[in-house]
């Protein structure tokens, strides 16, 4: 617990954590208003193909703040990019403090799964008071189902940008891996025309849980439901727990000047 | 005087393109750069096999993995300027070249000089990956206008390094200077183009959408494109505009 | 010659260095002395154009650090820290200084084998020790054979036989006419190695003279040092 409260002490006092909690809580809502002005009429008139996605797309294009949180968790331990005397890296003093290498990487994955249901809930009061701002009555109903499978894709996706981070030890690739593929340019929709694998692909499986609701129009593409919410989030976490093993034990083994 | 101040740039030049040269991560971010571009052509290659034969131009579907591309450009701008950062190398950058802004333009001119080469190769491997695959059934192209995108696409990733230097160099942090600029590239421009198709006119004038006009092939039914001329110009403009910027802050602040 | 005239430095709403003024000359070593966040360093980044002084000017030779015709001939100086990325290795940090400055690689060499690290010169930076990196810093001061050094802490992190290197090599300098600066909380060393004393406290100069002068009635500097420096003079004697 004393290690778990230092984590999060080391993290809130990280500069950069503030641009994550920025675009954490205010990204899915400029996503969604744009989203909501946009189809506004079609909702109007009751034509509308995407009603049931709206506010959701902001959740699912707009985690780039847990992918920072994730990211910066892990690398701050690393990098020291100050003007100052040369780099001490602060993981040395980390892993003095806690002699426990599973014991800190589980405090570290605590306090950011903390932080990122946190960030979540934010995020998703911002984005649905947006939306009933922007469209009104015509607000579809957002369910509990959903609103959780978002928050645990947002948890889910930090642990992977800790875990990735912890096996790079630099924070450049996992952040620009997670970046991309959050957006609507990901490698999974690319990988997708390849493969139907790409389908298990954690962002892509992680989606299920609250994206792709069943009656989309667009049959045979991407975009259709191929899981059903939980074996999506099954998939997601299986991922996760699967890097974190393989992280676990890296970690584990190598030595910290390394 | 003239003789030697025209020795003494060419010093510091030379000390800039060392510094960018004995730096492992600058070859392990264009090495995985040419890996992964392969990998997406490939990956677009067999996507367009399975699309309708005969109709596929070479060079569109050796050029669709440029939107990923750039993202080690980026990587490689913010990596020459950051680096300096680490480790207090500033200082010593600073206490053997006190002049600042030469200092910040000729290392842009550096890495300039090895962008140039390795957006060409990188990107000509891509076409002619796809050239291999699909030559029987894609539609022939003339020689000139591969040439002539091929050195267009060079520009573009050119001119987003340089940017992606400028940016680092303003920021000074590794981190924040990712964010934004992949921030930029990947989520916020390409849903502004999703969600304002109304001020697509506009966004013509954003140094990405200009900068891809350098190289993508024109579709003559569209009235809001650019010529590759008017997007260079733009896309310069844009650059020319962060240098001076960044060179701005780096001489007024402390190192 | 190396001349503070009136150094004033603001940071924010604190004011770092309120009027700092003095020299050191050549042919002598000069030590600078102060409490930790005294203003030593801020003196020295300022005096190597590295930081903007608010007002007052800070010479070498009777010019600005920016104005020096080949910086690396006139001073070397190693700063606190490494001063070169991690990720590079010690001779490639020294090649491209050397390449600025239109110096040959044999130099690097030559400064390599002076300060002991020809051994480890294709190791990362980020793998050297504390007392590696100083030796690396100073390869970098002496490069160009510059006739004036500035040195913030040169002897942390060195060991004994570094120390006294250190020690002879910066008397030679100053035997020979050239300026050496040096800032430095061991005081015992200190009075080993320096002719001139500059001690700052919260951002002003409290004494400037020759070691003689600044130990005065004192036994030895430290006790000088402490009578000048704490908050209430003469408790700590």
Known sequence: MRAFNAELSKLFSLPGIWLAFLIGAFAPAVITALDSIVQKEEIIAGVSTRLSEVGYIGLALGVQGVIILGVLAVSSEYLTESSESGGG????????????????????????TVISILLCIVAIMTTVSTTYLI???????????????????????????LGITLLTKNGIIPLAVLMINSSVVSFS??????????????DRAGLEMFMFTSDTPFTGSLFDRFHNPFTGGLIMFTWVVVIFIIAAIVFHRRDVAA | MSVSSSRKIMQIFGAELDKLITLPLIWLTLMSTFILNLALAAAFTSAGLQGTAGTQSILNIGLASMGYLQA???????????????????????????????QLSTKHLALAMITIPVAFIIAASGVLYTFIMIRDTAVVIEIDTIITTL????????????????????????????????????????????????INKYLNYFPDTAGNYMYMPRSPDD??????????????????????????????RDA | MLTMNNLVKHRGNQEILSGISFRARPGRVTGFLGPNGAGKSSTLRILLGLDRATSGSALINGKTFAELHNPLATVGAALDGFGAHRMRTGRAHLRWIARAAGLSNSRVEEVLKIVGLTNAADKRVGKYSLGMGRRLGMAAALL???????LDEPVNGLDPEGIRWIRTFLRERAQSGNTVLLSSHLMGELAETVDDVVIIKHGTIVADGTLEEVIGNHSTLEKAFFALTSEHAGEVV
């Not at chain 2, 520009?155 to 964010?179: E, H, K, M, N, Q």
């Open chain 2, 72 to 102: 080690g450009f980026i990587i490689l701008g913010i990596l020459a300027t950051c680096s300096e950062y680490t480790g207090g190398q500033i200082r010593t950058t600073l206490t053997t070249i006190p002049w600042r802004g030469l």
């Open chain 2, 151 to 198: 050195i267009g696409a060079t520009g573009y990733l050119t001119l987003t390094t340089l940017l992606s230097a400028a940016i680092g160099a303003l920021l000074r942090r590794t981190t924040p200077a990712l964010v934004v600029l992949l921030g930029y590239y990947f989520i916020v421009s390409p849903l502004m183009r999703i969600f304002l198709p109304g």
């Open chain 1, 135 to 161: 469209l009104g009555e015509y607000t579809p109903a957002f369910e509990w189902s959903r609103l959780i499978g978002a928050v645990c894709y947002w948890t889910f996706t930090a642990l992977l940008a």
């Open chain 3, 144 to 150: 160009g054979d510059p006739k004036i050094l500035i």
């Open chain 1, 89 to 112: 890296a602060q993981i040395t003093t980390s892993l003095t403090a806690v002699a426990s290498r599973l014991h800190f990487l589980l405090a570290k994955a605590g306090a950011v």
């Open chain 1, 189 to 202: 929709v690319l990988l997708y025309k390849v493969t139907k694998l790409a389908l298990y692909l954690p």
């Open chain 2, 223 to 252: 009235i809001n494109v650019l010529t590759p001329m008017q997007g260079t110009g733009i896309s310069m403009l844009w650059t020319l505009m962060f240098i001076t910027v960044a060179i701005v802050f780096y001489c007024k």
